[in-house]
């Protein structure tokens, strides 16, 4: 099944993940898709020509994803505060998903990948949402890895929606306010079913979390690079994944 992308020219040899422990590739990684308008201007580029550069960067990354085990990637795509830029880079960002669904899919779909979407997507434009829709449905069965994209997404928003549905069951009488576990509060954020998150990566220097996956993070690890997302290759995958296996993960508790 993998032939068709191992065919590709950038094609990699399992031997390159040979220093990985494959018992401990960290089950969720996310990724702040970071530094695509820096790459296009440090290029004299606009801006969304990084963007553009950022789309293809995300193929080989989701395929390495695939092969080393992760069982979800959670990419950055949009954040609820990204509608805040100038309307042109939106409407491109929003034509490269729309391109991406159109043309990914029934790859990613071959390839046992499950595509799924986190963030108010219902706000996004409605033949986005259907094609959002459609993917999710396709690919819902599949195994391999869940590509997790968060669009129109915010860790906070996130938190109050799922706030409100438990409100609303409370209210309702269907759920006991004693009852609410952190365990509830997980099955009713956008992520609902899929791990904590293990490793969370940026790219592009900046040292922070951006208001993504703030409840899932509580025990990820971070992993930095200067390097720009378009110019992030499955070698900085790779990297990230074994600083994580040197990583001594306590959970609040002691060293074993
Ligand atoms: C942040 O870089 C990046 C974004 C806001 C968009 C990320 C989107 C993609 C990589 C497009 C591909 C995604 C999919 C799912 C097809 P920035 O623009 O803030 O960079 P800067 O900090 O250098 O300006």
Redesign the pocket.
């Known amino acids: 099944m993998w032939k068709k992308w191992f065919g590709r020219s950038d094609q990699r040899s399992e031997s390159s993940y040979g220093d990985l422990d494959p018992a401990r590739v960290p089950r969720h990684v996310a990724i702040?898709?970071?530094?695509?308008?820096?790459?296009?201007?440090k290029r004299g580029l606009p801006?969304t020509f990084?963007?553009?550069a950022?789309?293809e960067?995300?193929r080989a990354i989701v395929r390495t994803a695939a092969e080393l085990g992760i069982g979800v990637l959670t990419?950055?795509?949009?954040?609820t505060e990204?509608w805040k830029?100038p309307a042109e880079?939106v409407d491109l960002?929003m034509n490269?998903?729309s391109?991406?669904l159109d043309n990914?899919i029934e790859e990613l779909n071959s390839n046992g990948i499950r595509v799924r979407f986190s963030g108010k997507t219902e706000e996004l434009a409605a033949g986005l949402k259907a094609k959002i829709d459609r993917a999710e449905g396709v690919t819902a069965a599949n195994e391999r890895l869940v590509l997790n994209?968060a669009?129109n997404y915010g860790g906070r928003a996130e938190i109050t929606h799922a706030v409100r549905l438990i409100a609303a069951a409370v209210a309702a009488g269907s759920l006991k306010a004693e009852d609410v576990s952190e365990e509830v509060i997980s099955r009713h954020l956008y992520t609902a079913g899929l791990p904590d998150l293990d490793l969370l990566i940026r790219p592009?220097g900046?040292l922070r979390i951006s208001n993504f996956l703030l409840w899932q993070a509580a025990y990820a690890e971070f992993w930095f690079t200067d390097i720009?997302?378009?110019d992030f290759r499955p070698e900085h995958l790779i990297a990230a994944v074994a600083d994580f296996q040197r990583r001594d993960r306590r959970f609040g508790g002691l060293t074993k």
Request: no cysteine; charged share 25%; hydrophobic share 40%.
């Open positions: 702040i898709m970071d530094g695509n308008g820096r790459w296009a201007q801006r990084g963007h553009r950022g789309a960067a995300l990419t950055y795509a949009f954040s990204n830029r880079e960002l490269l998903f391109d991406y990914e994209i669009v592009a900046d720009n997302w378009p």
